[in-house]
């Protein structure tokens, strides 16, 4: 493969029904293609349902037009797990504010830690909600939305597997029981920018396995960094999720499915950007760099023509070679949160701010 196939110019787009027909090899063939070369596309034709993509894009606008009493009243600082309402402004990206309004959901999910237990067990737990009579109807439709892309993850976790000649069930040992497992989501709005910086969000990667993003407004604003660098457009496309590699799937692959830098700029125009990342978390105790994956020599071949990166404008996650992903997972939430952190798991905090902070969070 020369190396201009791996700089990629677009996110390719792939149909999730051509799984259920002849074609089902070129589907995985183009599964095989955006993991090494790069690192997100588009997934149409998915099985989640329209119906309840459409109602909770509708809710998205009410849920922020809540008096801002409201929303305070489920700010994540009143949370351990790191669920609730994060105010504009609240978080620094390369030392840049970003200017994103949001809250964080998550699966559900009874949390596992007792008194001995590692702290990053405290890390999934029970969602803060809003007020149902404020916003009637939407905790309903987020739970089916998030039931669903739940479903959605673990499939398309196998069909990662397959495409990088791994059995279906190849990356499953880095899931715990259902019970024990817990994916987060966020619903993000993204201000129209008034000021000089249009940063939505700042450069980053993606902790986790895999997210699957819901562009919920017409807005573009999404971009991915290509190997030499540059930024590339992934505007939104109806019925579709974009998907992405995070580190940690990077990271146990040998660097395979490659792990991508991508930003958000700020909205131009009269009316805000919406989103809706999802995120797959891995088992909390699972140790990345125990797991060793056996693959074939005619995939290990693509991702070494593949070229390497030559500029990035994002910071790796460094602690995936020493510590447990929960713990990973933990230090992340902690300096992007600090607090929550100061709140709620006062020992780190001052471990990773022994000068205290600024009053905002900044996880790179």
Request: with cysteine; charged share 25%; net charge negative.
């Amino acid at each position: 493969m020369s190396e201009s196939a791996g700089n990629f110019s677009s996110v390719p787009v792939l149909d999730f029904s051509l799984l259920d027909t002849s074609e089902r090899p070129k589907f995985i063939e183009q599964l095989r293609h955006a993991l090494i070369n790069v690192g997100f596309l588009y997934l149409a034709n998915h099985p989640v349902a329209q119906m309840d993509i459409d109602s909770l894009i509708e809710y998205i606008p009410k849920l922020f037009a809540l008096p801002q009493e409201s929303k305070e009243k489920i700010k994540m600082a009143n949370s351990e797990h790191f669920l609730g309402y994060s105010k504009l402004g609240a978080e620094l990206t390369k030392g840049q504010v970003d200017q994103r309004e949001q809250f964080d959901f998550a699966t559900r999910h009874v949390c596992r830690w007792k008194e001995g237990d590692p702290d990053y067990y405290r890390l999934w737990g029970p969602c803060q909600w809003p007020d149902e009579n404020l916003i009637p109807g939407f905790r309903g439709v987020m739970e089916r939305y998030l039931d669903q892309v739940d479903a959605l993850g673990y499939e398309f976790s196998s069909l990662v597997a397959e495409a990088l000649g791994l059995p279906a069930d190849g990356l499953s040992h880095f899931y715990d029981v259902p019970e024990l497992m817990q994916h987060r989501a966020k619903i993000v709005k993204y201000p129209v920018v008034e000021g000089e910086s249009d940063q939505g969000v700042g450069p980053h990667y993606d902790a986790g396995f895999l997210t699957f993003l819901l562009q919920a407004s017409e807005h573009r604003g999404l971009q991915v960094q290509n190997l030499s660098g540059e930024w590339i457009d992934a505007p939104p496309i109806p019925g579709t999720f974009v998907v992405n590699i995070g580190k940690a799937l990077e990271f146990v692959t040998q660097g395979l499915a490659r792990a991508t830098s991508h930003r958000v700029l700020s909205p131009k125009g009269s009316t805000p950007r919406y989103s809706v990342p999802f995120f797959q978390n891995i088992g909390l105790g699972v140790r990345l760099a125990n797991q060793v994956l056996d693959f074939p020599p005619e995939i290990l071949k693509l991702r070494d023509g593949r070229g390497s990166v030559a500029a990035t404008d994002s910071v790796n996650f460094t602690e995936f070679d020493r510590e447990p992903s929960g713990r990973v997972n933990l230090i992340g939430r902690v300096k992007s949160h600090p607090d929550v952190a100061e709140r709620h798991y006062p020992e780190l905090f001052k471990q990773i701010f022994p000068n205290g902070y600024s009053g905002k969070g900044s996880a790179y």
